[in-house]
C-alpha cells in the first residue's frame, strides 16, 4: 500500500521568503508519480508540479521546484518568493502504478496549510 | 489547457433526498474518472473510480448503493447521494486526465439538512 506523509500541519512564511514543504512517501512501486497541488479557500486544487519516478531531473515551474531525492524518498516542493496570494492548503499525492494507459488514482497527504506573511 | 467542470457548485438538501453531481471534461476525452470526498479541514480520500461504460470501483467503506456513479460517456461521469443524511455533508471532487497530469473539477459542496 502507497502512503504518502506530511509532517507539517502549518508552515509561516514572511512574503518574498522562500519555503519548503516536506512530502515523504512509501512504494513498492518502481513506476510512480508525484504531484502537489494547492487548495485555496475557494475549494479548488491546483496542480503546481509533477515529478516522474524516472524523471532524470528536478521538476520546476516557474516559482515552484521540487526537491526530488528518490532514495530517500521525499520530495519537497519549494517555493521561491513568496507571495500573499500563495497563502493556501498544499497537498502532495503519489499516482499508483497502473500503466500509462489506465487512470491515474491519487493517494494524498494530509495536507500543509500555508500562510505567507505581509 | 484541459478543465474539469462540476455542477452544481453548491446544494442544500433535506434527509432522505437524493442529490446528483455531475463531473464533465470539456476539452478531451476521460474514459476513467474518479471522485474524491473531503470533509473540513482533512484531506482528499477516494470514493470510487469511474470507468466509462462499465461499473465503477469503490473503495472499501465506500457504500456502493448509496453512492451511485454512472459514466455513460466518455465526457460524463455523474455522482448520485442518495437517501442523504447530515453526516454526507462534504466537498465532493471528481477529477480525469493522463498519468502524468490530473485536472480536478471545482468541487461541490453538499450540505444535507
Known amino acids: 500500500a502507497q502512503k504518502i506523509t506530511q509532517t507539517q500541519p502549518g508552515m509561516f512564511v514572511q512574503e518574498k521568503e522562500a519555503v519548503t514543504l516536506d512530502c515523504t512517501y512509501d512504494?513498492?512501486?518502481?513506476?510512480?508519480?508525484l504531484f502537489w497541488y494547492k487548495q485555496p479557500s475557494s475549494g479548488e486544487m491546483i496542480f503546481l508540479i509533477y515529478?516522474?519516478?524516472?524523471?532524470?531531473q528536478n521538476a520546476t515551474e516557474g516559482r515552484y521546484s521540487l526537491n526530488f531525492q528518490k532514495a530517500r524518498k521525499s520530495a519537497n516542493l519549494v517555493i521561491s518568493a513568496s507571495q500573499l496570494g500563495d497563502s493556501a492548503m498544499y497537498f502532495c499525492a503519489m499516482r499508483e502504478q497502473q500503466g500509462e494507459t489506465s487512470g491515474s488514482r491519487l493517494t494524498f497527504g494530509e495536507g500543509t496549510q500555508l500562510t505567507v506573511n505581509p | 489547457g484541459a478543465v474539469v467542470s462540476q455542477h452544481p457548485s453548491w446544494v442544500i438538501c433535506k434527509s432522505g433526498t437524493s442529490v446528483k453531481i455531475e463531473c464533465r471534461s470539456l476539452?478531451?476525452?476521460?474514459?476513467?474518472m474518479f471522485w474524491y470526498r473531503q470533509f473540513p479541514k482533512q484531506s482528499l480520500m477516494l470514493m470510487a473510480t469511474?470507468?466509462?461504460?462499465?461499473?465503477?470501483?469503490?473503495e472499501q467503506g465506500v457504500e456502493k448503493d448509496k453512492f451511485l456513479i454512472n459514466h455513460a460517456s466518455l465526457t460524463l461521469s455523474t455522482l448520485t447521494v442518495t437517501s442523504a443524511h447530515p453526516e454526507d455533508s462534504s466537498f465532493y471532487i471528481c477529477s480525469a486526465g493522463t498519468p502524468r497530469m490530473q485536472y480536478f473539477g471545482p468541487g461541490t459542496r453538499l450540505t444535507v439538512t
Open positions: 469511474s470507468n466509462e461504460g462499465s461499473k465503477a470501483t469503490y
Open positions: 515529478q516522474g519516478s524516472y524523471d532524470q
Open positions: 512504494t513498492s512501486d518502481p513506476s510512480y508519480g
Open positions: 476539452d478531451f476525452q476521460a474514459t476513467t
